[in-house]
């Protein structure tokens, strides 16, 4: 068992910063890919990012590239989402997510163990 244990979730003005923090405890060693997903209000969960543990290799959906970044920490068995220049249609609930697989880190089936979920809100 996996358990994902999330932090640093808040409101910030656009254009604000926010990093939110995924710690892992138990089977650490059992998952390929760290993923970040989040559903807004009436909308479908959607994929993020994700952070290949082993490697370090990063993915994420377009309209996040250049201004999130996903990062981790294999000592503390922790990982990060850094968001950066913040944008009121980023406003969700964010959850981390332990799994995925070589072929497949955005699909969220492919996540076995999650965590609880952080709101984020960005006002305009």
């Known amino acids: 068992q996996v358990q994902l244990v999330e932090s640093g979730g808040g409101e910030v003005q656009a254009g604000g910063s926010l990093r939110l923090s995924c710690e892992a405890s138990g089977r650490t060693f059992s998952w390929y890919a760290m993923g970040w997903f989040r559903q807004a209000p009436g909308k479908e969960r959607e994929f993020v990012a994700a952070?290949?543990?082993?490697?370090?290799?990063?993915y994420y959906t377009n309209s996040v590239k250049g201004r999130f970044t996903a990062s981790r920490d294999n000592g503390k068995n922790t990982g990060y989402l850094q968001m950066n220049s913040l944008k009121p249609e980023d406003t969700a609930v964010y959850s981390c997510?332990?799994?995925?697989?070589?072929?497949?880190?955005?699909?969220?089936?492919?996540?076995?163990?999650w965590g609880q979920g952080t709101q984020v809100t960005v006002s305009s």
């Open positions: 997510a332990a799994g995925g697989s070589a072929f497949n880190i955005t699909t969220i089936s492919r996540y076995g163990y």
């Open positions: 952070i290949i543990w082993s490697s370090g290799n990063t």
